[in-house]
């Protein structure tokens, strides 16, 4: 077994009732035996990325802080089981309309680089509908590779879309 190692896993939902979907997912992480359930941050509603020529539905998303002693990869195994037992079906394409979407954030400090899972999560930093509820529960997490804390990864975003926008 692991010692007890704080986690943010953000969820997300953009088909069906995503309201209930995304508290669905947050209650089974909560009912597993190996996680006690920390915080859960204000949910965002945001616009889908999709490929080009495609429109979806907006999604719903937030983080939540959990404390487990399950190991990354065995975390990564009960993530996928929610998402499959709430009817999610892995797609071959990119940016898929989903029930739900469960993505292991941060695992403590640690860094994982295997062929099923990457931790940090490797996009982090680039998306404020991670960041944003992210920094609601906790903005001074450092990030163990960029070395800035989410509420500084939040303001480099915010700063590059006010550039973005300008041009």
């Known amino acids: 077994m692991y010692m007890t190692c704080a986690v943010f896993i953000a969820f997300g939902s953009n088909l069906g009732k995503r309201q209930k979907n995304c508290k669905r997912a947050v209650q089974l992480l909560k009912d597993h035996p190996h996680i006690k359930l920390l915080k859960v941050s204000k949910w965002v509603e945001t616009k889908a990325l999709t490929l080009p020529g495609e429109n979806h539905p907006d999604f719903l998303n937030g983080v939540v802080q959990i404390e487990t002693d399950l190991s990354p990869s065995e975390l990564f195994k009960t993530c996928k089981t929610i998402e499959y037992e709430m009817g999610r079906r892995a797609s071959e394409k990119k940016w898929q309309p989903r029930i739900i979407d469960l993505d292991i954030l941060f695992y403590e400090d640690q860094i994982v680089n295997t062929p099923d899972l990457t ?49």
């Open 119 to 167: 931790i940090p999560h490797p996009h982090l930093h680039e998306r404020g509908f991670v960041l944003r509820p992210l920094n609601d529960i906790a903005p001074d997490w450092i990030h163990p590779l960029l070395k800035n804390t989410v509420a500084e990864l939040l303001q480099i975003l915010n700063s590059k879309s006010e550039i973005l926008n300008k041009s």
